[in-house]
């Protein structure tokens, strides 16, 4: 098994858009004003959500949950130097962690309050 589906909540699509898909670069694969944007990355879909909407009764199962979530993508270690100084260009605060050997990671926050990480998989001993 793997991670299909990433989803994390905010509270102003307009302003989850503009970070995701112009800070982080991600294209937007589909969109429902007011209830939901869809990232297609490699091998999975991110899928970001209006709680607001989401918990109402629609053609898929409700489902809600708050801002503060969590997720991690993959960083090529290459360009670690070159992602936090793009973060922090715009604005963002970025703390480094080093796992050992292992690589390092990026964590910084989106506009809702949702911690962001971007690291090398090898960070969990994935190719």
Not at 6 to 30: I, K, Q
Not at 43 to 56: E, H, K, T
């Amino acid at each position: 098994m793997r991670v299909l589906e990433t989803c994390l909540y905010v509270d102003d699509l307009d302003r989850a858009e503009a970070f995701y898909s112009g800070t982080l670069g991600l294209t937007l694969h589909g969109k429902v004003a007011g209830r939901h944007l869809f990232y297609r990355l490699d091998g999975s879909m991110l899928l970001i959500f209006d709680p607001r909407a989401s918990a109402q009764p629609g053609d898929v199962p409700p489902h809600a949950g708050t801002p503060g979530g969590h997720t991690c993508l993959t960083l090529d270690p290459a360009q670690t130097d070159e992602w936090e100084a793009r973060l922090r260009a715009a604005g963002l605060t970025v703390t480094r962690y080093a796992w050992g050997d292992r690589g390092e990671s990026l964590y910084f926050h989106d506009p809702a309050g949702n911690v962001l990480e971007l690291a090398p998989p090898r960070i969990w001993g994935l190719p």
